[in-house]
Nanobody, 116 residues
Framework: QVQLVESGGGLVQAGGSLRLSCAAS????????MGWYRQAPGKQRELVAR???????NYADSVKGRFTISRDNAKNTVYLQMNMLKPEDTAVYYC??????????WGQGTQVTVSS
């Protein structure tokens, strides 16, 4: 099971951009459906974006057209480019290895705060 470490969160004004990175301790080339999830205070964790091992992507409706997920298998890293950020994007963002359940691998999370 790979270990995942997120980075790149921070405080940004509405309309700004951030790029999150998820570095894996092992090879990710065979991991299908790696994804980014987020959890805001008082809310359930939700899927933000997911990418298959051949590069097919899907997004939550709330982020379509603003966020882009990508992966670099050579660097064992998954990215989330977030543009046109809104206050409602404020949450802790987590990376997952493609198994979004209790037996999957999750990172420790990175805080994203968008001020209005």
């Amino acid at each position: 099971q790979v270990q995942l470490v997120e980075s790149g969160g921070g405080l940004v004004q509405a309309g700004g951009s951030l790029r999150l990175s998820c570095a894996a301790s092992g090879r990710i080339s065979s991991l299908n459906g790696m994804g980014w999830y987020r959890q805001a205070p008082g809310k359930q964790r939700e899927l933000v974006a997911r990418i298959t091992n051949v590069g097919t992507t899907n997004y939550a409706d709330s982020v379509k057209g603003r966020f882009t997920i990508s992966r670099d298998n050579a660097k064992n890293t998954v990215y989330l480019q977030m543009n046109m950020l809104k206050p409602e994007d404020t949450a802790v963002y987590y990376c997952n290895d493609g198994r979004p359940g209790p037996f999957g691998s999750w990172g420790q999370g990175t805080q994203v705060t968008v001020s209005s």
